[in-house]
């Protein structure tokens, strides 16, 4: 069964930075690297996104609200996931998880909060 750990949230002022990481467990490279893999986002109140996708080339697309502020990328040999944010706002408040694309409920993981204040 695969696990994704999702780290490196935090609090942050409006306009900071944060690089967020994905860990696949228990999976072998293969079965990752097949994934196309996603962030999604959860914010107070709100049904959970997805932000951004990268496939398995890495080929990546960004909802329009973070475009041009996040980017995401993968590295396959590692099994790892990464979002890095930069010029954050506080509409960017949230729990972060990684999944692949569509979602597997059996694969969501604890996610990494994200607090962004002014």
């Known amino acids: 069964q695969v696990q994704f750990a999702e780290s490196g949230g935090g609090v942050v002022q409006a306009g900071g930075s944060l690089r967020l990481s994905c860990a696949a467990r228990r999976a072998i490279t293969s079965t990752f690297n097949a994934y196309t893999m996603g962030w999604y986002r959860q914010a107070p109140g709100r049904q959970r996104e997805l932000v951004a996708s990268?496939?398995?080339?890495?080929?990546?697309n960004h909802v329009d609200s973070v475009k041009g502020r996040f980017t995401i990328s993968r590295n396959n040999a590692r099994k790892s996931l990464y979002l890095q944010m930069d010029n954050l706002k506080p509409e960017d408040t949230g729990v972060y998880y990684c999944n692949p694309v569509p979602p597997s409920g059996d694969y969501w993981g604890q996610g990494t909060q994200v607090t962004v204040w002014v």
């Open positions: 990268i496939e398995r080339l890495g080929n990546a």
